[in-house]
C-alpha cells in the first residue's frame, strides 16, 4: 500500500499467499480431501490459498491471476503498473468498488482457461516487453501504461490511466508516445494517439487529471499550469494550486475527502485567503460538482471571466510551473542502473 492514501506511488505489501498445488502429504498444500473442504479457496486448476485469504488486496489478486500465465505470457495493464508502484492502479473502478479483472497477454500462441475476475489478450509478446515485478512475469511499464490506457471507454479516462503511471514515475508521457508509434495496426491505437496530446506532468491524483480535462474540453480553458506554485510580487511562497491559468490568474482546485480533514482543511484555508489577497480568482471543486461536467464548466468559464475582470493593480501574484523533465529522470535511472548492473557483472568475472 502507499504511506498514504493518496501517495501515487505504494510499497508492496507483505503476506502475500502464493497459490499452491494439491499435495497428497498435506506438506507443500492441501490434501485432495482438504482442497474440497471450507479451508481453502480455489484460485486456478488445482491451484489454492487458505480461504481466509484477503483477495481484496490488489496485489494478492494480481498474484492469483499470474498463477494462470503459460510459459510466454505476463502481467499486464493495470496490474502490470501496481507492481511497478503505481498505487492509483488500485484495479478498481471509478465509483471505488468495482473489481477491474486482471488482464494476461499470453501471446498469439499461448492460451489459459477462461475464468472471472481475468481478461486475456493474445496479442503478439515481445521478449524485450517483459521482466519481473516482485517476482511475478510482468510486461515493461511502457507496454503496461499502454495497455492500460487501451482498455478504457474514454478518451478521457485513458488519459487518467497514462496520468497513474506518471503521477508514481513509472514511466513518461514521451516513452509511451514512442511505443504507441511502434504498434501502428494495434488494437485501439487511436484512442491512444487521442489521448497522448492531452496528457500532462505533475498531476498528483486522478481527480485532479479529470477536473482539468473538463476545463480543458468542456469549457475551452487551455494552457492550464499543473500544480504550479503562485508568490508574491516580492517572492513570498502564497501556495502550490493545482491548475492555474497564468494569464488571467484563475486557480482550480480539486477538493477531495482529505480536504474535509485537519490540519489540510485549516491550511487550505490560510492558503486560499492569501490568494484572494493577492488577487487570484479561486475556484473549489468538490467531487458532487466533478460529477456534472456541465455545471462545473459553466463554472469555471464564470470563474476565468471574473479572473480577466480584475483590474491590472489588483494582480499580486506570479506563478512558477514544474520543470517537466520526468522523461529525462527516468532515463538517467535506467543508464545508471545498466552501469551498477555493468560493474557489479564485471566484479564477479574477476573473482
Request: charged share 25%; glycine share 6%; proline share 7%.
Amino acid at each position: 500500500m502507499g504511506n498514504h492514501r493518496w501517495d501515487p506511488r505504494c510499497t508492496p505489501p507483505r503476506n502475500l499467499v502464493p497459490p499452491v498445488a494439491v499435495d497428497p502429504r498435506g506438506v507443500t498444500g492441501p490434501t485432495p480431501k482438504q482442497a474440497r473442504g471450507p479451508r481453502w479457496r480455489p484460485t486456478s486448476p488445482r491451484m489454492y490459498v487458505p480461504a481466509d485469504t484477503d483477495s481484496g488486496v490488489p496485489e494478492q489478486r494480481i498474484l492469483e491471476a499470474a498463477a494462470r500465465l503459460p510459459p510466454l505470457g505476463a502481467v499486464t495493464g493495470w496490474a502490470a503498473c501496481r507492481l511497478y508502484g503505481a498505487n492509483f492502479h488500485d484495479g478498481l473502478g471509478r465509483d471505488g468498488q468495482t473489481e477491474v479483472p486482471v488482464d494476461l497477454v499470453v501471446g498469439s500462441r499461448g492460451w489459459t482457461r477462461p475464468a472471472a475476475g481475468v481478461r486475456h489478450t493474445y496479442e503478439r509478446l515481445e521478449p524485450s516487453e517483459v521482466g519481473v515485478a516482485q517476482g511475478i512475469r510482468v510486461v515493461s511499464p511502457v507496454r503496461a501504461t499502454f495497455d492500460a490506457m487501451r482498455r478504457q471507454r474514454s478518451v478521457r479516462e485513458a488519459v487518467v490511466e497514462l496520468e497513474k503511471s506518471v503521477m508514481a514515475d513509472v514511466v513518461s508521457i514521451q516513452a509511451v508516445a514512442a511505443h504507441a508509434a511502434t504498434k501502428k495496426g494495434a488494437w485501439r491505437i487511436q484512442l491512444v494517439r487521442d489521448a497522448l496530446p492531452l496528457a500532462r506532468e505533475n498531476a498528483k491524483s486522478p481527480q485532479e487529471t479529470r477536473t482539468r480535462l473538463v476545463a480543458h474540453l468542456d469549457a475551452g480553458i487551455t494552457g492550464l499550469l499543473v500544480n504550479a506554485t503562485l508568490h508574491t510580487m516580492s517572492g513570498a511562497l502564497i501556495g502550490e494550486c493545482d491548475l492555474v491559468d497564468p494569464e488571467t490568474g484563475l486557480v482550480i482546485e480539486y477538493d477531495g475527502a482529505d480536504h474535509e480533514q485537519q490540519p489540510r482543511r485549516h491550511r487550505d484555508a490560510i492558503k486560499f485567503e492569501a490568494l484572494r489577497h493577492a488577487g487570484a480568482e479561486v475556484l473549489r471543486v468538490s467531487p458532487q460538482l466533478l460529477r456534472e461536467p456541465e455545471r462545473l464548466a459553466a463554472s469555471m468559464r464564470d470563474a476565468q471571466a471574473r479572473a480577466r475582470s480584475t483590474r491590472p493593480e489588483q494582480r499580486r501574484w506570479q506563478v512558477v510551473s514544474k520543470a517537466t523533465d520526468l522523461d529525462m529522470r527516468l532515463r538517467r535511472e535506467r543508464d545508471l542502473a545498466a552501469y551498477f548492473q555493468a560493474m557489479d557483472a564485471a566484479a564477479n568475472t574477476d573473482q
